[in-house]
């Protein structure tokens, strides 16, 4: 696929096939990956590739744990609650997915299960956990570069015919990842990317979530034109 095609089709994909994805495609996804810029090549990221069993343990862990009532303990920082066009603009995707699947405003059931589909990583065969070295924690730049690279990731992902959604539901136990995951005490957990192959029957799959607009969003000045 050409660069252009990869950016314009590519969508977040929250439903996959009940099929394994192949350790040499992921391989070759992060390699191409972790060809993206970083400031002073520091390249803060490591990648913690997890499948079946373990990712299963992960998933019952962050479900049993959040009905749990356990606090969000998530190592990177949130900030406070979205507000304004922030805020509506996260409600305007939720509305896209619940009306694609179906799930009326006063379902409460429905919309139970798919937070907690996002819990269990959306059922996807495969988890990519994404860290960065606690050696450079606390300043915004590592969780920059982690973010250059995560995208870099779905895109070479979605042109090798696979799907991903960012999903820091996926992380929201930090323990329970760092003990299945087996993630060193010198790593900050950042978020994890649920990967796959798309299933097309999925109806929020075809959700095309709104985008601003180049003016909307840039200022140019110093141009004739």
């Not at 929201?172 to 995951?181: D, I, K, L």
Request: net charge neutral; aromatic share 8%.
């Amino acid at each position: 696929m050409k660069f252009d095609e990869v950016v314009q089709q590519r969508r977040s994909i929250r439903g996959y096939l009940d099929k394994p994805v192949p350790k040499a495609l992921i391989r070759e996804i992060l390699g191409l990956a972790m060809r993206a810029p970083t400031s002073y090549n520091t390249q803060p990221w490591n990648f913690h590739v997890v499948s079946g069993e373990v990712l299963d343990r992960i998933r019952q862990g962050n479900v049993e744990r959040n009905l749990a009532g356990v606090p969000d303990s998530r190592e990177f920082r949130t900030g406070p609650a979205y507000d304004d066009v922030h805020r509506s603009r996260q409600i305007g995707v939720a509305k896209q997915l619940f009306a694609a699947m179906g799930i009326a405003r006063e379902d409460q059931a429905g919309r139970r299960d798919w937070v907690l589909r996002g819990f269990r990583q959306f059922d996807a065969p495969v988890s990519i956990i994404v860290t960065y070295d606690r050696s450079i924690h606390g300043s915004d730049v590592a969780p920059f570069d982690c973010g250059g690279v995560v995208n870099a990731i779905v895109n070479a992902a979605w042109s090798r015919g696979l799907g991903c959604v960012i999903n820091s539901q996926g992380i929201m136990q930090s323990p329970v990842v760092r003990e299945h995951a087996q993630i060193p005490a010198d790593q900050v957990i950042q978020t994890c990317i649920a990967m796959g192959w798309p299933d097309e029957t999925f109806p929020a799959n075809a959700v095309v979530s709104h985008r601003k607009t180049v003016d909307e969003a840039t200022t140019f000045l110093g141009f004739d034109d």
